[in-house]
């Protein structure tokens, strides 16, 4: 028999949704940093196995917005809840349960899908009794169909995870090609990684103002075996746009550098990446580019 279906994952940010599906695809098709709120949309990835097609939904960590942007992300995350098969609510081990946690548990409380508790970074989990008795706080709150415990980034007992989400699925079609790993267009996942290298190499509030957009992409007039990429890096003020610069243009180039190795590997043919930073002044207040940027009206 064979059984299909949708499954968000949904948690606050940091938690490991991103590094649990990239681990689970066996291919990038989130990007991850350790900064918060690095996922603005759902990414849906893909896993196939012999008799099971699950559409994986990654959302945004739900926080306390302070921008409309982020009102839209946590908008996001939980319109999925009632659109799916099964919910995972992931927590980390290591992290006492939070106010949002108990928002999203609020949120859990009257939806009618199944909803499992999975318990990441257990590899980092030294006390053993503090982990059950953080296990035993949420069980208290949610009638949980079952908890489980895993590390995303290290692998342990995500395959075993995978066994227990199929129950949860019925039997059902391949609503995708079975070599198809996501959804997203190539200039949606070429932007990510792009923003990926900008989180890695800024601090402060320069992350959270980042926004990139590929302007298009071309055949090499010249050479048909190139392609060329522009993209432009939206920030919100002067001084962001300086850091994005770096002194004599050195961090621009780093960030494209190191963006066009992953951006290789994802298309598999020779790339040429031409970066340009602009300032679009309170960008996440504003409705309008909200909707431009694409992060209005997606799910």
């Known amino acids: 028999m064979h059984v299909s279906g949708f499954i968000s994952i949904i948690g606050k940010p940091n938690v490991g949704k991103s590094t649990f599906l990239n681990h689970v695809l066996n291919h990038k098709v989130a990007i991850t940093s ?71 548990i609020d949120h859990l409380s009257v939806v009618k899908t199944p909803v499992v508790l999975v318990v990441n970074k257990i590899d980092l989990t030294k006390d053993i009794d503090r982990l059950n008795d953080l296990i035993e706080k949420y069980k208290a709150r949610y009638p949980f169909k079952e908890v489980l415990a895993i590390s995303a980034l290290q692998g342990t007992y995500t395959k075993p995870l995978l066994k227990d989400l199929k129950k949860y699925l019925e039997e059902g079609p391949k609503y995708y090609p079975s070599d198809q790993l996501t959804d997203h267009p190539e200039k949606f996942l070429i932007s990510e990684l792009i923003r990926e290298k900008v989180l890695h190499h800024t601090h402060e509030e320069v992350p959270h103002s980042v926004m990139v957009l590929i302007d298009h992409i071309d055949r090499d007039e010249k050479n048909h075996d190139l392609l060329s990429i522009h993209a432009t890096v939206i920030v919100e003020r002067d001084s962001q746009k300086g850091i994005i610069i770096g002194k004599g243009g050195a961090m621009i180039k780093k960030i494209g550098s190191e963006a066009r190795k992953d951006i290789l590997d994802l298309l598999g043919e020779k790339i040429y990446l031409d970066l340009h930073c602009k300032v679009v002044k309170n960008w996440r207040n504003k409705e309008l580019y909200l909707k431009n940027f694409g992060y209005k009206d997606s799910l």
């Open 34 to 104: 350790s900064k918060p709120q690095t996922t603005r949309n759902t990414i849906r990835g893909i896993y196939n196995d012999d008799n099971s097609q699950i559409i994986f939904i990654d959302t945004p960590g739900i926080h306390q917005p302070k921008h409309a942007l982020g009102k839209y992300m946590t908008e996001t995350a939980l319109r999925t809840l009632n659109a799916v098969d099964l919910v995972i609510f992931m927590i980390s081990g290591i992290e006492p349960i939070s106010a949002v946690d108990e928002t999203i």
